[in-house]
């Protein structure tokens, strides 16, 4: 049996996040046999054949003029459609913004379970079991899926894309589309960027986050200024946020969103436990804070006892240092 | 207008969670129970457009054991008029079953908004509120950041990444709130006293065969402990060798 896999793209790009999961469902078919078969909603094909290297083995394009942006009842019914045409025992999504508000419509279309956000997947018998995080990260679950086929979003930068150089191109095949925009009851007008450039704190490979220590919101500059050394996103603590000091986007942990950078660089963070839970799956952290007792010391790989004044200009100017002689 | 608001009843997360014996479940001892924290927003923003409006109902609803009655009672003094107490001793991870009875309930109602918080702190999913649109038939948009009603149609923003989608929505229309759409208000000692004589109504539920199946609920691995680098401007030195030639990070 195949597995069906949406792919996502925004201004005519596909998302790196779908060669994630595109990435996953060719390892999965490798033990479970069958094609991998991806479905597009956009308005012409955005180079989908290209993604043969990332795993696809063939792609359903869902065409349309209306869908250059997301438009959620017209995708929710095509990839239903898709599922139809090539009945797959799994459905893959990422775990993005479209994916997290596509995939339960299409989960509801089909009367069937998701497992939402997912970690990690294997097979066991046969059977498919999704690990994923609940209580922002303070314990994981795995489930199993009662019911064909099943649904999963996975979360971004966890599950590894394949660089496929030599595989065959993806067969790119249309996918009769019923879409009417005027029954669109929620449509899209336009998208409107807050943070142009920036990769977002879910795809962020480095975060560097500042939290009540910084004493004040014109503090945070220091915070940017060692981001933008590092090519890094900045987050923020739920006592800054609160406080108005940073926007909501910006909160890492349980009320605000669960992070898994390479690398999280936590300053002036005390580390309540809604915090740790929201980033304590990054693969590496560093904390920076003058309590020597502070409960994120207790968590972090590396940890610098200094004042975040003090310390964090040095640091910006290290790192800047190694940047110009590379 | 009538507006419905659905609630989670979840584990306050200052929770440190301890898996139950049966090694599928939250251990539910010494935890404190608190209405999901995005439900705020949905309620806050339904009562505010009832005072704006000046007229209409707020209906909150949850699905859940005896217990969940505190929370609505919680809701009841923040000012909505009655709560639908859906009881159900089964509380199974599974969104879709959930999402069955509430829409079952919801349709007769005719709301013209039915709100839900953007996600529950507890399992995550985030997959309810979509998935009532979806069995009713219903616009909706997830992750709401900023709402403002006018007339039968609403203007709507959701947060994504790097950005946000600005949307025309038609009502009757599903809307789940994202932190930072208003500031909930606190029940006041007026509320909570006009709170006890507003109506609970029960009705027994059952959630139909399972879709998603919970093998195993457990800690995730302990971190490896780490180490203090140094100290003040010391230290820098050292972090950045260590991030450089040990982790392969910078």
Redesign the interface.
Known sequence: MSLLVFVEQRDGKVRAVSREALGEASRLAATLGGPVVGVCCAPADPGLAALGSAGADEILLAAHADFA??R??GY?RAVAAAAEVVKPRAILFAA???G??L???V???L???????CTAVDVDGGKL?AT????????????????TPAMLSLRPKVFTAIAGDGRAPAAVKPLAVEHDPAS?????????????G???L??AE?IVSGGRGLRGPENFKMIEELAEA?GATVGASRAVVDAGWR???D?VG???K?VSP??YVAIAISG???HL?GM??SR???AINKD?DAPI???????????AF??VP??TE??RR?NAHV | MLQAVCIKQVADTETRVKVAPDGKTLDPAGVTWIQNPYDEFALEQALRIREKLGAGEVVVLSVGGSGVQSTLRNALAMGADRAIHLKTDVVAPDSLAVARVLAAELEPMSAGLVWFGKQAVDDDAAQVGPMVAELLRLPCVTVVAEMELEGERAKVEREIEGGREAYEVRLPAVLAAEKGLNEPRYASLKGIMAAKKKPIEEKSVTLGEPNLERVSLSLPPPRGSGRIVGQGLEGVEVLVRVLREEAKLI
């Open positions: 942006l997301y959620p009842g929710a993005s913004s479209m997290r508000d995939a339960p419509r989960a509801a279309r009367g069937v379970g998701l497992a939402a956000d079991l994923r995080p609940v209580y922002a990260g303070k314990a994981v679950e795995r489930v199993a899926f009662p019911r669109e009851g929620a449509r899209v007008e336009k998208v409107v960027a807050t943070a142009a920036k990769a977002d879910t795809e480095i590092l926007p909501h986007a909160q349980q009320t605000g669960t390479k690398l309540a436990i809604q839970a304590s799956s590496c952290i560093v020597a010391f207790k968590i972090a790989d590396y940890g610098l006892v200094g004042d003090e310390v040095a640091l290290a790192v190694l």
